[in-house]
């Protein structure tokens, strides 16, 4: 590999993890509050997808809109299926909240078949993000430039809301006692709710520049992203932040160098991400940032 | 300020409490005594609207509160400090403060309600950027106190704050109590030091399996023969 193909593949192991990363701080976020594995992140990623694709193609939207659009009826959803399915079990064994989201995942796919359709959808990718840049060798989609930029500027904000505002401060504390904080006059189911809010709407944005990236969705687009990126929460220590963005950096970086340097094993690409999984719960259960273990 | 009729508690098979009466007047502190497990914490969790009764009601204020959310008691000044201090571990003692008067509008009144804080606890003061979780049991207790104070309780509720703690620091969450109650707060107190508490105590209550077996004035019941075996440890 000489210099250009190996920063032609830094790029491109810079643009998947980055993805990964910004599907995974919704897993992560979720997780760290109410030690829930929203299985469901995935599908909602989905649906984000195709809110997008009815504002752009059927409403004529510019993309901005669509994206905005689609981040803020995300939002809505991943509230609305907290209250739905996961608040009636808050106090129930974590077993069953696990099993609903297992459930409102299956539930979200075949929706999506029935409404949607089995086919998948040509998802255009616009103007601004379908430049390609030519420096000698060098290749680059401007989409591959911007989705790290994005990923950056949303995590930065992120860290901003959890470590500077009172909003952050009501999350850290409900992360670890969730009974305490309500003496506090602190109405948790409104805090849960801006924390699904926030994830879903960051699932959609990063299911739709996943699609355009392909450029196609379709129904069940989001389960490989959603397993991916879950893994990457792990990598990371779930239920942290920053942890989530690096493991998704890492099994980005890894998926791409995997192909580049043994293209033969190309095809055990999408079994990385499970072997790095086993491999970290068997050394190192906590994550690359997680201190301690959830019991 | 406090009325509670014939509040019973049940968990799953047990019944924690049965039929207990209860009132705290305003102004007064109130202590209730009772051996482990006698259903103690439950009152005050049932109180506080943590944990939903089974049956009895409930007044603050005057108007009925049973079965209301914690977190909007807190907000009308019914502040309970939990059994087992229960800061926040992850979070700064500034942070920890701050987010004791959460739902109170910031700026200059909870400025001066931190500084007053700072005042009656000048080892927070020295360690207000510190991880709450690195304080000293006596230290968080402290926080845990000051914590509840952020939120300008009229009706402070104390499950046992002085716990684990040595005897001068016991001394010292007893004066300060009394000196929260001085500014004008109502207290309703759990305690295992019944001697202790019985000495700062209008009033007190005795419970039993569940049930308000005796009741009086605090120099009532610590002249009481039976609190003296039971709690007091004489013969
Ligand atoms: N969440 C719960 N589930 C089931 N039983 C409970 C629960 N909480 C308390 N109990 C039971 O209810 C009874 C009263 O408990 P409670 O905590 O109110 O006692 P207490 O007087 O505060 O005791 P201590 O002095 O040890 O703190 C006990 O028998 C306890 O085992
Ligand atoms: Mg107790």
Redesign the pocket.
Known sequence: MDGAQLLQQIINGLTLGSLYALIAIGYTMVYGILRLINFAHGDVLMVGCYLAWFGAVQFGLPWWAALMGSMALTALLGVLIDQGAYRPLRSAPRISALITAIGVSFFLENLGLVVFGGRPKAFERPEIFNQLYQIGDLRVLSHSVWVPIITALVLAGLLWMIYRTRLGMAMRALSRDLVTVQLMGIDTNRVVAVTFALGSALAAAGGIFWAMKYPQINPLMGVLPGLKAFVAAVLGGIGNVVGAVLGGLMLGFGEIMLVALWPELAGYRDALAFVLLIGFLLFRPSGILGQELPS | MLEVRGLS?R??G?Q??QGVDLTVAQGEIVCLI????????????AVSGL?KPTAGAIAYEGRPIAGHKASRLSRQGLILVP?GRRVFANLSVEENLILGGYFRPRGREQQADMAEVFDTFPRLAERRRQAAGTLSGGEQQMLALGRALMGRPRLLMM??PSLGLAPLMVAEVFGVIRRIHQRGVTVLL?E?NAAAALAIAHRGYV?EV?RVVLSGSGRELASDGRVQRAYLGMD
């Open positions: 508690v968990y799953g047990i924690a409490l009772g051996a482990n497990g006698a259903g103690k914490s439950t009152l005050l969790g944990i059994e499950d046992e759990i295992q419970l569940g």
